[in-house]
């Protein structure tokens, strides 16, 4: 009777884990590779075990003669992707656990990997873009954004800094944009994530199912060829549009009030995730995405080893009192030395492609 019993049990399992859908989908349609976030109940929130799974997917279609271009997208119609697994970081670095630098290294490598890709690499950005989320798209060819696209970079609120290869493209942003997106973690939503300059393209969310297909159906297409298809799909979308100053220009015209705001914002963040980020984009103003990318391991393992990010990810994710204790407490407290350290070399243990 007791095998019985466990022999039942061992089927019911098998039968449930079984129906367990993969965190991230693989799939070859026609002559496209197709990959698709699929944790839809955590926003497609990003964890290693994803990044092992792309990764080595990514490089083995970039030598597949059969396939010609990749598209990458979010399950469950909210988000891309919201961001990495932040609290299972967190709890790693509690721990003494190496994930703490599993994931940042094997994120990066796959970050550049999206940078340096040689075949057109479509990211369709509909819905929350955040954190991870940006390092799978905006390195990559093409970006397309929706009227449901909300993409952020809000670290510095968590104690930590805009990674996944920000050094790189926020300092070439219009202006002082990228700046001002990786100090306050303001948001960009639909069309302004397009103006702004990350996203390639604009389309609406309703029309994507019918640019994938047709994406999907291009016979040995070339970047000029997915290019035409994106330009003609965003054309639809002209007698839309209506003409907006745009972000850079209403920043210019910041009233009292408005700088008030802002500087309230900048006082909830980490005075060292802001000093951090200052240096993080003056630096990788002058630095391909390699090189960003391995001062920003650097910066990632600084923070494991502080206590901000700790701090930030109880107040904010954990306990949720919105209501940090940073130390340092203010910006004066924290010292250029400190600063500088942080961007150290790691010697044998930095990051390396």
């Known amino acids: 009777m007791n095998i019985c019993t466990d022999v039942v049990r061992c089927l019911y399992f098998y039968q449930m884990s079984s129906q367990v859908s993969p965190d991230v989908l693989l799939e070859k349609v026609g002559r496209a ?49 919201a961001g990495g697994d932040i609290r299972a970081v967190m709890e790693a670095g509690k721990a003494g656990d190496s994930l703490t630098q599993d994931f940042f290294c094997d994120e990066y490598i796959l970050n550049n990997a999206i940078g340096s890709y040689k075949k057109p690499y479509i990211a369709l950005i509909d819905g929350i873009t ?27 609120g968590i104690g930590l800094f805009p990674d996944v290869g920000g050094g790189y493209f926020l300092p070439r942003l219009r202006g002082k944009l990228g700046l001002f997106l990786a100090l306050t973690g303001f948001r960009l939503k639909g069309r302004d994530v ?13 029309k994507i199912p019918d640019l994938e297909k047709e994406l999907v159906d291009l016979k040995s297409p070339s970047a000029k060829d997915v290019s035409i298809v994106l330009d003609t799909y965003q054309k639809q979308n002209v007698i839309f549009l209506v003409m907006m100053s745009g972000v850079l220009e209403r920043l210019k015209f910041l009233k009292v009030g408005s700088l008030c705001l802002l500087l309230q914002t900048l006082s909830k963040m ?37 206590c901000d990010f700790y701090e ?26 400190s600063v500088d350290q942080c961007f150290s070399s790691l010697g044998d243990k930095d990051l390396t492609f």
């Open 194 to 206: 397009q103006r702004a300059g990350v996203a390639t393209h604009f389309v609406e969310s309703q």
């Open 130 to 156: 955040m954190g991870g989320g940006v390092g799978l798209s905006v390195h990559g060819r093409f970006r397309v954004a929706t009227e449901k696209t909300l993409f952020a970079m809000p670290e510095t």
């Open 33 to 81: 590779g197709v990959i698709t976030m699929n944790r839809p109940k955590v926003l497609n929130a990003l964890n290693l075990t994803m990044i092992r799974q792309i990764y080595p997917q990514l490089k083995t279609w970039e030598q597949d003669s059969e396939t010609d271009i990749v598209i990458i997208k979010g399950a469950g119609g909210k988000a891309f992707c």
């Open 312 to 337: 930030g990810v109880r107040a904010v994710l954990v306990d949720k009192d919105q209501n940090p204790k940073w130390s340092p407490s203010t910006l004066e407290e924290v010292s250029d030395q």
């Open 270 to 306: 980490s005075p060292t995730s802001l000093k951090i980020t200052y240096k993080q984009l003056q630096t990788g103003a002058s630095l391909n995405l390699q090189d960003v990318l391995i001062m920003e391991y650097r910066l990632s393992q600084a923070c494991m080893r502080g």
